[in-house]
């Protein structure tokens, strides 16, 4: 039985206001589509899921469980915000020493937004010579790219603002959320 009670219709986070956005259903559905994708796609293969430190932590659990095929599953953290709403482009890449070479990556990103992150980490990646990379993202605001990546798995594309909830953080708080909320600038 789901119960609607277990997150608030609104939140704020410091000095702004957010609105529910996306539902668990929605969530759900987007989840299980990338993972049916990928159990189909990487059939007879051994993918090694890097999950990106922390916003994408929530996709990946529920991603991960749905998963059917033999794998790995390693960290990374890439950063391109600080506690601003808007990307720097100055992406710092860390924990970068899984076994890459050879490997079948799929990289699990929170959401690409200009894209700069997801960019700088396929550059590293690229340079320990995997023999494929795919990205899965759980969000995507494709008006905001400014990169030419090319990410397979999309959950929802978005509109060009700012959300949080489901590992999504507004100057590290709102994570905790399990829907996506949305700021309210009405
Ligand atoms: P990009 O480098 O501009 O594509 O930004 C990607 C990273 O910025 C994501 O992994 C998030 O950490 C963060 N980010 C982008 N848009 C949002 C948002 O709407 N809410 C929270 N974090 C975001
Ligand atoms: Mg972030």
């Known amino acids: ?20 956005f996306i539902s ?16 189909n796609d990487y059939a007879g293969k051994t993918p090694l899921f890097l999950l990106t430190l922390k916003g994408a932590v929530f996709f990946a659990v529920d991603l991960l469980k749905q998963i059917q095929l033999d794998c790995e599953i390693e960290t990374i953290s890439a950063k391109s915000y600080g506690s601003e709403m808007t990307s720097s482009g100055n992406v710092k890449v860390k924990n970068l020493d899984a076994r890459i ?4 990556i799929i990289i699990l990103e929170d959401i690409i937004d200009s ?20 990205v ?24 060009p603002r700012f959300v949080v909830g489901y590992g999504l953080d507004y100057a ?10 949305i700021l309210d600038e009405d």
């Open 1 to 20: 039985m789901r119960n609607n009670m277990n997150h608030p219709e609104r939140i704020s986070i410091n000095d702004k206001a957010f609105k529910v």
């Open 24 to 39: 668990q259903e929605e969530i759900e559905k987007a989840v299980k589509s990338i993972a049916d994708r990928i159990n």
């Open 101 to 104: 070479k050879g490997r079948d």
């Open 115 to 134: 894209g700069f992150t997801i960019k700088a980490l396929l550059e590293e990646l690229s340079k320990q010579e995997p023999n494929s990379i795919e």
């Open 136 to 159: 899965a993202t759980f969000l995507s605001k494709p008006e905001m790219l400014k990169t030419n990546v090319s990410v397979k798995y999309v959950g929802i594309e978005i509109p």
């Open 172 to 181: 590290e708080k709102g994570r905790q959320y399990p829907v996506i909320y």
